[in-house]
């Protein structure tokens, strides 16, 4: 079900890939510093309504800063070869790169997800206090790859496995593809009609909600397409019960990251290396 993916590049990409990408500097920008620079220009408590009023969603087709989209572009192109792909029929066709290897090749991407400018306007936005995900979830911050025909994820909610509530942003890093992010607003709210939804996410755009508030799915992509998102989790409790974490392990191993990344940061930590 879990197969990497070397050889799963559309030609003008794998170009670009590989170890030369690596070597291209595209110098970091200054994560905070980029962040402020953007949402001091926003009418926030306006945001914070329209959040409100979407049932904890909110969509900005232009969000971060075009240094910040740059690198990310760079980062998700060089990061071709780390691709695992998964199939769960019916479900999902895609790739992933789980923060375990965003952390050893992208450290610009781990840097921006604990962002205190960003973490603080996330929080505003949610009314929430919110806390990065535990060292050992690989879904913390992660790459999403739609490179094939057919690539896509069914119908889900980010359902919450933590104490409290988990919050998923995604933000659109390349996306020269037909996919759409249908939604469903208010589906766990009974006195209030389902309102569906769909957007593109295009490079530099958000996507903010609460993981188990917002129905979603990514439709397929088709011919010589391709999409990458990256996703950041925060949540308001890091606690979580083992046998939760058990089944959240199992769905990250199974539907994403393959056993090896998954189960990896469990086996040093019983070794006592982490
Ligand atoms: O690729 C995306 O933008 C979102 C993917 C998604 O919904 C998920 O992996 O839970
Ligand atoms: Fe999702």
């Not at 060089?78 to 090749?105: C, F, M, W």
């Not at 709210?189 to 903010?208: A, K, R």
Request: aromatic share 10%; charged share 25%; proline share 6%.
């Amino acid at each position: 079900m879990s197969t990497h993916a070397e050889d799963d590049v559309i030609a003008p990409v794998s170009a670009v890939a590989g170890t030369s990408a690596f070597t291209t500097a595209v110098p970091a920008p200054q994560a905070d510093r980029a962040v402020a620079s953007r949402t001091r220009t926003f009418d926030n408590a306006r945001l914070r309504k329209d959040f409100a009023a979407q049932d904890a969603f909110l969509y900005l087709e232009d969000f971060l800063a075009p240094e910040v989209t740059a690198q990310l572009v760079h980062s998700a192109r060089a990061l071709l070869d780390e691709v695992n792909r998964n199939y769960l029929p019916g479900h999902k066709q895609g790739g992933s790169v789980s923060r375990h290897t965003i952390d050893r090749l992208a450290p610009f991407i781990a840097e921006l997800y604990r962002s205190k400018e960003l973490i603080g306007w996330l929080e505003q936005l949610s009314g929430d206090k919110l806390q990065v995900s535990p060292a050992d979830d690989p879904h913390a911050y992660a790459l999403y790859y739609y490179t094939r025909p057919g690539d896509h994820i069914g119908w889900h909610y980010d359902t919450s496995y933590y104490d409290g509530r988990r919050y998923t942003l995604l933000l659109g890093v390349i996306d020269e593809s037909s996919c759409r992010l249908d939604y469903e607003l208010h589906t766990r709210n009974p006195d209030v009609p389902d309102q569906p939804g769909s957007v593109q996410i295009p490079p530099g755009g958000l996507v903010f909600f609460d993981g188990d508030k917002l129905r979603h799915r990514i439709t397929p992509a088709g011919a010589n397409e391709m999409r990458v998102s990256l996703t950041f989790e925060y949540v308001t409790d890091p606690n979580m019960r083992p046998w939760r974490r058990f089944i959240s392990n199992m769905k990250d191993a199974v539907a994403y990251f393959g056993f090896r990344q998954v189960f990896r940061q469990m086996a040093s930590r019983g070794k006592g290396s982490a």
